[in-house]
C-alpha cells in the first residue's frame, strides 16, 4: 500500500507548479538525503513499476510466437481485452472467483476468530497446540496441496475410505465438475486459518483484560462480552487481516493448479489458473490474452485496496 | 508542502531517473556480448534431463564430444516444460544455445518463431533417420532437427490378473475384444485399465491412440470416428471398467496405480520399463489396437536436436560437428539406453533389439508411431490439442457428452 501511495505522491508532485523557490545549492546532507533515496526508488522501480509497465503493454499488443521474438509485435489495444471477455471460460472463472474468495475469506476468518479466542484462554500446553495449528502455514505449498490430492484421490483417497468406512458412497472430489471447486476451497481454508489465528490472536493481546473484568463485573456474560468487547475492539485488526487474506485469495493458484489444473472442464478454473493457462500453459502461449487476466486480478486487488484505505480514514475520523 | 520539499522530490525524481539510464545501458550492453559469443571456445548445450548430473554418462559424451571438436562445452539442464519458454526467452534476448535439445511437438513452435536454423543451413545428416519419427521436426516443407531418440505408447497387462480373470491376452485384436477382457476383470473382481486423461498436454498425448486408432484427423475433432473413440473411455469410466481417477492422473500416476497390483491393463510409454522390472508381477506389453483390428498409430514421445540461430554463423560447423558426433550409431546407441528410448534409426533398432528382446514390441510401436505436428499441422496442434483435452476431461467428468465435447472443441479451434 504504502508503494502505491508514495508513487502517486511523485506524480503529484511533478505535475504540480514549478517550484518557486529561488535555487540554492544543495547542501552535503541533502546530497545524502537523495543518496539514502535511491536504492528504494530504484528497487521501486525496477521490481514493481516496471514490470506492471510491461504486463500492461504484454496486454495491449498482439503477441505470436514470433513477434515475441522479434519484439515486433503490433499494438491492438483492447483487444486482448475483448477477446478474453467474449471467451466461454470468461463467466464461469469469473464466478469461481468471487465464491473462492468469498467462501474461503468467511471461514477462514471465523475460524481464526475461534480460534484466536479459544487459545486466548491461556490454558495448560495452549501454546504448543498454537504452534500445531500453525503448521499448515509453515508447510511448502506444493506439499501441502499434493498431499490433499492424494487424501481427496477418488480410488485410493483416505477420506472417500473414511466415507465408505460410516456408509457414505465414495465422492469424485477432484474429478467431479460439482466438487472439484469445493475440494480446492477446503484445502485453501486450511491452509489460510493459521494466518488468521496468528494476526487476530495478536490484536487480542492488545485488548485491556479490565475492560472484560469490568464487563464481567457489571453482569456481562462471555457471550455478550465477545460481541460487545472483544469485536468491535478487534475491528482494525480484523479489517486488515480480512484484506490481507483477500489478496492472498485472490491470488491463489498454487493450490489449485496441483490439485485439479483447474477442471475438470474448467469447473476449479480462477482468473489466477486461467491467466496462467492462458500464458504458459500451452505451447504456443498466448502472452497478450494471459496479460490481459492478470491485470484485471491487479485491479481488482487494487479496488478493495483503496476501499480499505477509505474505510480505514472514516474509522479514523469518528 | 512546502517549496522546498517540492524542489526536493523533483531533484530526487530526476536523480532516480539518471541513474535507471545507467543500468539500462548496462543491461543492454550486457546481452549485446552474450556468454558464448564473448569466448569463441565455449559451446552451450541445452538438454531437458536434469536427472543426469556431472557425473552421468550423458554428460561425460557431451564433454567427450566437445573434446572431439576441439572446443570446451557447457551443458545446461532445464526441466521438460520450462525448456520451450526459456529458449524462446533467449532468443528474444540473442542469447541462444548452441545445441538445443527439445521435446518434439515444441519443435515446429520453435521454428515458426524463427528461432531453429534449417538443415539446408546447418548441414546436419538426417538421412538415416525413420521417416515418420523425422515428421514431426518438419514444417513447411522444412526440416529443423534430428531425433535423439523415440519412445511411444503400448498397452502394459498384469498375467496374473488376467489369468484369474480367464482373459487370453492373443484374443484382444480390437475395441470390442479390449472392452470384453475388461468386463470379464471387472467381473473377477479386479480393476480394468488406468490411464492418464489430466488436463495438459499429457492427456491428449495419451488419448490420441484412440483417437487415431478410430481412423479419426486431427483436423477434424468432432467427425463421428473422433466421438466413438471418446466414447469409449467414457463408457469404460461409466462401467467401472477405469477408475474415475484418470481424469487426474498424469502418467506417473497412473503408473502407480498399475505398479499396485490391481489394474490389469495400462496405457504407458517405454520410459516405464525399468519400473515395470521392479513391480513385483509378471507382465506384458501390447500394441494398443485400433478400432476395427490392427495396431493404432501412437504418438511419438522423444527429443529432438536443433541448432538455434546465431548472430555469429561460423559456429553453425562446430555445433554441427557436436551433434553429429552425439547422434553417431555408437553414441546413439549408449545415449538411448540411458534414456530408455528407441533409437530413431533402422541400424541402431537393430542393435537394441539383439541385445534386448523385450524392446521388440516397443521398437514396432515406433515404427507404427506417428508425430503429433505431423501431416503440417506444425504449431496449429498445440491448439487442437489444448482443446482435445479439454474435451477429454468434460466427457469424462460427464458435464459433457462426448459428441457435444468434441463439437464444441472443434468450434474453439476455428
Not at chain 1, 489449485?256 to 500451452?282: E, H, R
Request: proline residues 5%; glycine residues 8%; hydrophobic residues 45%.
Amino acid at each position: 500500500m504504502s508503494a502505491t501511495l508514495q508513487k502517486s505522491d511523485h506524480r503529484a508532485t511533478l505535475g504540480g507548479p514549478a517550484p518557486t523557490a529561488p535555487r540554492r545549492r544543495p547542501t552535503s546532507q541533502q546530497w545524502a538525503a537523495w543518496a539514502f533515496l535511491t536504492p528504494v526508488t530504484l528497487y521501486l522501480v525496477l521490481f514493481y513499476a516496471y514490470p506492471l509497465y510491461r504486463n500492461l503493454d504484454l496486454s495491449l499488443r498482439h503477441y505470436t510466437v514470433r513477434s515475441f521474438v522479434q519484439g515486433d509485435a503490433p499494438f491492438t489495444g483492447l483487444a486482448n481485452y475483448r477477446t478474453v471477455l467474449d471467451d466461454p471460460t470468461f463467466a464461469p472463472a469469473l464466478l469461481h472467483t468471487v465464491v473462492f474468495t468469498a467462501v474461503c475469506l468467511v471461514f477462514q476468518y471465523a475460524l481464526g476468530l475461534a480460534l484466536a479466542v479459544f487459545f486466548n484462554q491461556h490454558f495448560r500446553l495452549s501454546a504448543t497446540l498454537r504452534a500445531l495449528f500453525l503448521v499448515p502455514w509453515l508447510l511448502p505449498l506444493i506439499v501441502s496441496a499434493s498431499t490433499w490430492s492424494w487424501m481427496l484421490n477418488s480410488e485410493s483417497g483416505v477420506v472417500n475410505a473414511l466415507l465408505s468406512a460410516v456408509g457414505i458412497d465414495p465422492v469424485n472430489w477432484l474429478t467431479s465438475p460439482d466438487w472439484s471447486l469445493a475440494s480446492v476451497i477446503i484445502a485453501n481454508i486450511w491452509i489460510g486459518v493459521p494466518f488468521n489465528l496468528v494476526v487476530l490472536y495478536s490484536g487480542l493481546q492488545s485488548i485491556p483484560a479490565s475492560l472484560h473484568e469490568a464487563a464481567a463485573i457489571d453482569g456481562a456474560n462471555a457471550w455478550q462480552r465477545f460481541w460487545r468487547i472483544t469485536f468491535p475492539l478487534l475491528r482494525p485488526v480484523s479489517a486488515i487481516t480480512l484484506l490481507l487474506g483477500l489478496v492472498y485469495t485472490l491470488k491463489v493458484f498454487d493450490i489449485i493448479w496441483i490439485m485439479t489444473k483447474g477442471g475438470p472442464a474448467d469447473s476449479s478454473t480462477t482468473f489466477a489458473t486461467w491467466s496462467y493457462q492462458l500464458g504458459f500453459g500451452n505451447l504456443v502461449p498466448a502472452f497478450g490474452p494471459g496479460a490481459a487476466v492478470g491485470n484485471l486480478l491487479v485491479v481488482a486487488a487494487l479496488a478493495f485496496g483503496l476501499i480499505y484505505v477509505r474505510v480505514q480514514r472514516k474509522q479514523a475520523l469518528s | 508542502m512546502n517549496s522546498t520539499s517540492r524542489h526536493r522530490r523533483l531533484t530526487a525524481a530526476a536523480l532516480t531517473a539518471l541513474a535507471l539510464a545507467g543500468t539500462a545501458t548496462a543491461c543492454g550492453s550486457g546481452s549485446d556480448g552474450g556468454s558464448n559469443t564473448a569466448d569463441s571456445g565455449t559451446y552451450t548445450i541445452w538438454d531437458p534431463y536434469p536427472q543426469f548430473d556431472k557425473s552421468s554418462a550423458w554428460a561425460k559424451l557431451l564433454d567427450s564430444c566437445g573434446t572431439e571438436a576441439g572446443v570446451k562445452v557447457k551443458r545446461t539442464a532445464f526441466d521438460t516444460s520450462d525448456l520451450s519458454n526459456k529458449a524462446l526467452l533467449a532468443a528474444q534476448q540473442d542469447n541462444s544455445a548452441d545445441v538445443l535439445i527439445v521435446d518434439n511437438p515444441v519443435v515446429s513452435t520453435l521454428a515458426e518463431a524463427g528461432v531453429l536454423t534449417t538443415t539446408d543451413d546447418n548441414k546436419l545428416d538426417t538421412s538415416k533417420v525413420d521417416p515418420n519419427l523425422l515428421a514431426a521436426g518438419q514444417t513447411g516443407g522444412k526440416t529443423y532437427g534430428t531425433p535423439i531418440g523415440a519412445n511411444t505408447l503400448a498397452l502394459y497387462y498384469n498375467k496374473d490378473v488376467l489369468k484369474k480373470a480367464g482373459v487370453d491376452v492373443a484374443s484382444i485384436k480390437d475395441w470390442a475384444s479390449l472392452t470384453a477382457a475388461l468386463a470379464k476383470v471387472d467381473k473377477a473382481g479386479k480393476k480394468g485399465i488406468t490411464f492418464s486423461a489430466i488436463g495438459t498436454e499429457e492427456g491428449s498425448f495419451q488419448f490420441l491412440p484412440w483417437f487415431w486408432g478410430s481412423g479419426a484427423q486431427l483436423t477434424q475433432l468432432d467427425s463421428a470416428e473422433g466421438v466413438s473413440a471418446l466414447a469409449l473411455w467414457s463408457d469404460w469410466l461409466k462401467k467401472g471398467y477405469a477408475p474415475n481417477s484418470v481424469i487426474n492422473n498424469t502418467q506417473t500416476t497412473s503408473w502407480q496405480e498399475f505398479a499396485s497390483g490391481d489394474y490389469a491393463f495400462a496405457e504407458n510409454g517405454t520410459w516405464q520399463l525399468a519400473n515395470a522390472k521392479k513391480a513385483g508381477f509378471d507382465y506384458g506389453v501390447l500394441p494398443i489396437p485400433g478400432a476395427k483390428g490392427g495396431n493404432a498409430a501412437a504418438p511419438t514421445g522423444g527429443e529432438f536436436v536443433t541448432l538455434p540461430v546465431q548472430s555469429d554463423t561460423d559456429r553453425y560447423a562446430t555445433s554441427q560437428k557436436l551433434v553429429a558426433c552425439l547422434t553417431n550409431t555408437d553414441h546413439l546407441y549408449d545415449t538411448d539406453t540411458t534414456l530408455s528410448y528407441v533409437a530413431p534409426t533402422s541400424e541402431v533398432q537393430a542393435k537394441q533389439v539383439a541385445a534386448n528382446a523385450e524392446l521388440k514390441p516397443w521398437v514396432d510401436a515406433v515404427k507404427a508411431a506417428k508425430g503429433r505436428t505431423s501431416d503440417d499441422l506444425g504449431t496449429k496442434y498445440p491448439k487442437i490439442s489444448e482443446q482435445m483435452w479439454k474435451a477429454v476431461q468434460s466427457a469424462l467428468s460427464g458435464s459433457k457428452s462426448p459428441k457435444d465435447a468434441l463439437a464444441a472443441a472443434q468450434s474453439a479451434v476455428k
